[in-house]
């Protein structure tokens, strides 16, 4: 724009070009998901971590007696990025679980950092319970 003043043809632009970051804002902040990641991929088998089982019996052994208590990870252990065998296999990072694609994962199976194991212990419980299913408690981290 030049020294003029502002007319209001130049304020309904600015202020459109306002509204429209403001739009581009809200739409980021509303959670678009990352195409990489799918949280509902928590609630499939094979699972990455003690704790994250979806039913009786689909634990490691299948001694576990409820959803969510399983003592270890289903899925195949692996101890880097990239190397999960297929979706849902990746085992840290800000998705643990969720990645959608073979080698995508962040890191090791099973989970070895609480952090990220808490993480998806907690995703995988809010899950359980927008499906309506009952999940046991977890069990203890394993001595090391």
Do not use: Y
């Not at 990870?73 to 849902?88: D, I, L, R, V, Y």
């Not at 907690?122 to 981290?141: H, I, T, Y």
């Amino acid at each position: 724009m030049s020294d003029r003043e502002l007319s209001r043809r130049d304020f309904s632009r600015l202020t459109m070009a306002a509204f429209g970051g403001l739009v581009a804002g809200a739409a980021r902040a509303a959670g678009v998901q990352d195409e990489d990641t799918n949280p509902r991929l928590l609630l499939e088998e094979p699972h990455v971590c003690r704790g994250l089982n979806t039913c009786k019996g689909k634990g490691k052994g299948g001694e576990n007696d409820c959803a969510g208590m399983g003592t270890c990870a289903t899925a195949e252990p692996h101890s880097c990025q990239g190397m999960n065998e297929c979706k849902g296999q990746g085992g840290c990072g800000e998705k643990p679980g969720m990645n959608t694609c073979e080698g995508k994962g962040a890191c090791a199976v099973p989970i070895t950092e609480d952090k990220t194991w808490e993480k998806a212990r907690k995703k995988f419980e809010e899950l359980m319970k927008a499906e309506g299913k009952e999940v046991g408690p977890a069990p203890p981290k394993p001595k090391s």
